[in-house]
């Protein structure tokens, strides 16, 4: 049983730009299977965040953006707010597995 | 607005099964282009996929907990429900119910409920 490999940390100053990544494999995004995005507030449910490698659903800022090239993935963070503190979780179709997430990524705004 | 509520014990012993329903409301359950989702969370981890069912019923499970899951769905009631066999203290997590759409992505989510494994 695989997963898709994100970065446990990262951080940035408020107004920074940050980026996530998001490793699969040739079973899943190297296989064309798109790749989208969660953010997890402290306590609550995760909420979608991107879609279909690089769209956002109405609401989410302009801020938030996606890329997907080859087996990877990137989630990335312009003009960096407190309120952008959270966990972010990238996921992907798998044939064999179905869903697959990311191990999440823990934002800190520094 | 689409929504989901989870319900069920939030205390199960080890070696019994662990019983969760979810209702939905505001869509029609019975509608096409949507999978009916189980999602799960333990204590400070990733999501992980326990699997999900289409409206027609068919069910397709993760591989690493197929032996002891069971999702079923009651358009008639617009709920769908989780049976996992066999709990030990790994299955400790938050169950989230949710629904995915036929490109893979979940895009409503319940607002999860604790299920403890204890004795």
């Known amino acids: 049983q695989s997963g898709l490999t994100q970065p446990p940390s990262v951080s940035g100053a408020p107004g920074q730009r940050v980026t996530i990544s998001c490793t699969g494999s040739?079973?899943?995004?190297?296989?064309?299977?798109?790749v989208h995005w969660y953010q997890q507030l402290p306590g609550a449910a995760p909420q979608l965040l991107i879609y279909?490698?690089?769209n956002r659903p109405s609401g989410v800022p302009d801020r938030f953006s996606g890329s997907q090239s080859g087996t990877s993935a990137s989630l990335a963070i312009t003009g960096l707010q407190a309120e952008d503190e959270a966990d972010y979780y990238c996921?992907?179709?798998?044939?064999?597995?179905?869903?697959?997430f990311g191990g999440g990524t823990k934002l800190t705004v520094l | 607005q689409v929504q989901l509520q989870e319900s069920g014990p939030g205390l199960v012993k080890p070696s019994e099964t662990l019983s969760l329903t979810c209702s939905v409301s505001?869509?029609?359950?019975?509608?096409?282009?949507?999978?009916w989702s189980w999602i799960r969370q333990s204590p400070g981890k990733a999501l992980e996929f326990i699997g999900y069912?289409?409206?027609?019923?068919?069910?397709y499970y993760s591989p690493s907990l197929k032996s002891r899951v069971s999702i079923s769905i009651d358009t008639s009631k617009m709920q769908f429900s989780l049976k996992l066999k066999s709990v030990t203290a790994a299955d400790t997590a938050v169950y989230y119910c949710?629904?995915?759409?036929?490109?893979?992505?979940?895009?409503?989510w319940g607002q999860g409920t604790l299920v403890t494994v204890s004795s």
């Open positions: 069912i289409y409206n027609s019923g068919t069910p």
């Open positions: 505001g869509d029609s359950i019975s509608r096409g282009f949507f999978y």
């Open positions: 279909g490698n690089n």
């Open positions: 040739s079973s899943d995004i190297g296989a064309g299977y798109d």
């Open positions: 949710a629904r995915t759409t036929t490109r893979n992505y979940v895009d409503f």
């Open positions: 996921q992907s179709y798998d044939t064999s597995l179905y869903v697959v």
